[in-house]
């Protein structure tokens, strides 16, 4: 049996050993029929843009937008059809890899913690994709709570066609946890030892309520009415996006459309209920927890949701899954740019979870104003007019939960609207995480 | 006490008399699910009652089977309707709640990949129950139709009772979640490695079986969230952000309750059977259209790729709570032929299935109608019109 720094160590060795290579993560399921080459790259996706899924992933968001729900409304607008939450890619290929992994696991509690996007175009019924991701980074740093391993990586995702329609950068932090010993899983009569954070659910007072129920009414989507770029000026705030207090069916909303879309970590279907989940337990001890009330030691890895295994991943309650607020915002800044423009670029880096019963209230204001200039691989340029904006998340704490940036190309006079797609290489180079970071990156 | 009851007695008679208007209209409560047998939509059907038969799973497997392509599990259709219709409790405040106690299904034939599927569930009757200790019910009953590519294939109906909530707005007796012993643990383990496969590609054959004959068991649980939610998943609902439910629960008066661990006031009663946290510390419970697709498998599992499951018909008697373990045995008790209006003749059994928890007690029990093949004779289908039985009483 390994010790942890033992376990530890080795994760380190055997993620960098896997740096610059295709992610072995979030094959196809292995559907029996026709059979799937699982060493191809670019890597086939299951998912299959239908008007149906495009809407039902835009309610899984919160984004009623007719654009993406109504297949008429999209005929009617400037794209021609119903398009899609290009977000929806994350079902494709999740945009963070998860490093080296084993049977038992490694003493490491993961965590995503920021995802920068670039779209070149809009998605439409009908499409299907490949990807490609590969992980680029990996930094051991010392923090707060220890040891801290970042772990970056890039993903592609192109249509059936061939068309590149965006590209990800994911950042997944692992936290090494002593009290896994040498394994993913800590021993039962050791959970609650170690807790990243100490809260309990938030009891909301009259006012609260008052507050967020108007918050809720007030939100409004621009629609069709356009949003001149000449129009804006910087220092103007959007209007917020609210999420009420997150409940259990908020953590379904992303699991409601993934669930069979990816395999599991070790390329088999990923099962999680009965006895098929008891059969992958024996085979994966990480994916097993021993249930601290039934005591049952082949329950599934469900530390997002149940508030009983929550502690096997250090937290203190259920809580939201970061790729979720990779997706959210999209709609602060389409609520405001409207049907017209086009998100190019959105980043978010999540800072600590939205637990049970957190409100999250997303606000954004205007930083820059420019023409973008975006050349493909031929040298052809086409200029954009262009706005940065600053995204902040906060829960009814008002502490920060979130934060990012985003560049939205908007309808302007002297441009017309946004051409698409976006010019750019064949295979745009890699942006490391010290560049998409910045606010100078949008 | 007695005010109490009188409070009960009236809102059970106010959702009776509102109800009135919707008897014979489609239900208001049953919104749609999926609408074709695509893979992933079988695939997550199936992951969610741990049914492994690759008859659903795969694609090869299915194409080489008698019925030349992957079948969806019969019970699949619960993905494109639920006929669990609590009439308009949905609509308006109150302090009732509607549980499924039975659910009835029959298929003329089976949903193969890719088939469209449509469904519509409607009200039949929504009337006053008796119930134990004299306590208020409504018991509402709703039927659906079901299609497959545009012709009627199957058919069913629902009872759902209604009851007034607890003061701790529950609806049943409260439990904490079960602890297992060691022992415990090792006899669930070895059950579980135990467990015979799916009866597969080998025929059960109608004059092998006998009355009295025994399935083999089947253990599942202990229940655990991920059950529950994968259950989401396969019922084929959009699961709507908080923004966007919240808007909804506006129209949804019935179902808007306080969160009780938070306080916020728009809070979906329907999320009991999910919230660990919400129902602490007594846990969830499984929706009763689980429960159906669970004995469905159980009698699928037994009766082999060539038989058809005709119809199954399940009596909940107590919520399969979340860490309950639940067995489900079966017994033939019946063996019979029907012949249908095209003149097949079926080679029929009836099977007797029940569910009990880790402490015996009875959670379900259940009756299904398999056609099973026999020698020379394979099941012919789709059953055409209706059925009758050739020897109508027992020799």
């Known amino acids: 049996m390994q010790t942890f720094d033992e376990a530890l160590t080795e994760f380190i060795e055997r993620s960098r050993r896997l740096l610059h290579k295709e992610s072995p993560e979030d094959l196809p399921p292995p559907h029996p029929a026709p059979p799937v080459n699982t060493d191809a790259v670019a890597v086939p996706g299951a998912l299959i843009l239908t008007e149906d899924l495009i809407r039902r992933y835009a309610y899984a968001i919160g984004d009623d937008n007719p654009l993406y729900t109504d297949p008429a409304y999209g005929e009617r607008s400037w794209l021609g059809s119903q398009v899609a939450p290009p977000t929806i890619l994350i079902h494709v290929r999740f ?121 809720l009414e007030r939100e409004q989507r621009r629609g069709a009415r356009v949003l001149f770029w000449e129009d804006v000026d910087e220092g103007d705030e959007l209007p917020n996006i609210v999420q009420p207090p997150y409940s259990i069916r908020d953590a379904l909303t992303y699991q409601s459309v993934d669930h069979g879309l990816l395999a599991a970590l070790d390329g088999t279907r990923l099962v999680r209920a009965f006895r098929p989940a008891y059969l992958r337990s ?40 970061g790729i979720q607020r990779a997706q959210a915002p999209i709609r602060l ?69 979130c934060l990012g940036y985003a560049t939205v190309f908007l309808p302007s006079a002297a441009l017309g609207r946004p051409v698409l797609p976006v010019p750019h290489a064949d295979a745009p180079e890699y942006v490391p995480f010290d560049v998409h970071r910045r606010a100078e990156w949008f | 006490m007695e005010e109490d009851g009188i409070v009960e007695h009236d809102e059970i008679e106010r959702l009776i008399r509102s109800s009135g208007r919707v008897i014979g209209c489609v239900a208001p409560d049953v919104e749609p699910g999926v609408d074709v047998a695509s893979w992933i939509n079988v695939s997550r059907f199936a992951d969610a009652s741990g049914d492994d038969n690759p008859l659903y799973l795969d694609v090869q497997y299915g194409a080489g089977s008698v019925h030349h392509t992957m079948l969806a599990p019969p019970a699949f259709v619960l993905a494109v309707r639920a006929p669990a219709s609590a009439g308009v409790l949905d609509l308006a405040e109150h302090r009732l709640t509607g549980t499924l106690r039975s659910l009835h299904l029959s298929w003329d034939d089976t949903v193969r990949l890719g088939d469209a599927l449509a469904g519509r569930v409607y009200v039949s009757d929504v009337s006053r129950c008796l119930a134990a200790a004299g306590r208020a019910r409504a018991r509402v009953l709703s039927t659906v139709e079901y299609q497959r590519n545009g012709v009627g294939f199957a058919r069913g109906w629902a009872e759902v009772e209604v009851a007034p909530l607890d003061a701790d707005g529950s609806s049943s007796p409260r439990r904490s979640i079960h602890r297992y012993e060691p022992a415990d643990v090792e006899r669930m383990v070895r059950e579980l490695d135990t467990e015979q496969p799916p009866r597969g590609a080998v025929p059960r054959l109608w004059s092998d079986v006998a009355v009295g004959e025994a399935t083999p068991a089947m253990l599942k649980g202990p229940l655990t969230l991920a059950d529950l939610e994968l259950w989401v998943f396969a019922e084929g609902r959009p699961v709507r952000a908080g923004n966007l439910h919240h808007a909804r629960l506006a129209e949804l008066k019935g179902r808007r309750t306080a969160n009780p661990v938070t306080g916020w006031p728009v809070w979906d009663r329907a999320e009991t059977s999910l919230d660990s946290a919400a129902t602490d510390p007594c846990g969830p419970s499984a929706p009763g259209g689980l429960l159906f697709t669970l004995a469905g498998q159980h009698v699928t599992h037994w009766m082999g790729d060539d038989a058809f499951l005709r119809q199954l018909s399940l009596r909940i008697t107590q919520p399969f709570r979340y860490g309950d373990a639940l067995r489900l045995t079966g017994t033939v008790v019946d063996r019979y032929t029907a012949t249908d209006e095209a003149r097949t003749r079926h080679h029929a059994v009836t099977l007797r299935v029940a569910g009990r928890n880790q402490l015996g007690e009875s959670v379900v029990e259940a009756h299904a109608v398999v056609f099973l093949p026999d020698r020379g004779k394979p099941v012919r289908l789709p059953v055409r019109g209706g059925l009758t039985c050739d020897v109508p009483l027992e020799n």
């Open chain 1, 333 to 401: 800044l389409t609520n405001w740019a409207g049907d017209n423009a086009f998100v190019h670029r959105m980043y978010t880096t999540m800072r600590r979870p939205i637990f049970y019963g957190d409100a999250s209230i997303y606000t954004g204001k205007v930083i820059r104003k420019y023409v973008a200039e975006k050349t493909d691989a031929a040298g052809r340029t086409m200029s954009y007019a262009a706005v940065a904006v600053e995204i902040v998340g906060l829960n009814q704490r008002d502490e920060v939960h």
């Open chain 1, 282 to 321: 024996r085979r994966n001890p990480a994916f097993a927890r021993t249930h601290p009330v039934t005591g049952w030691p082949y329950t599934p890895y469900d530390e997002h949701e149940d508030r009983h295994l929550a502690p096997y991943r250090c937290q203190p309650l259920p809580f939201d899954f």
């Open chain 1, 95 to 215: 945009p963070a890899d998860h490093g080296a992994q084993r049977p038992q696991g490694y003493p490491v509690a993961n965590f995503l913690s920021g995802v920068a996007w670039e779209f070149y175009d809009v998605l439409r019924p009908g499409m299907r994709f490949t990807s490609s991701k590969i992980p680029r980074e990996l930094v051991v740093t010392r923090g707060r709570q220890g040891k801290v391993i970042f772990h970056h990586s890039e993903n592609f995702y192109w249509t059936n066609c061939g068309a590149l329609k965006a590209k990800a950068y994911g950042r997944l932090i692992h936290l090494p946890v002593e009290q896994m010993g040498g394994t993913r899983v800590m021993p039962v009569e050791r959970l609650g030892e170690r807790m990243l954070y100490d809260v309990e659910p938030h009891r909301y007072s009259s006012l609260e309520i008052d507050k967020l129920g108007e918050a």
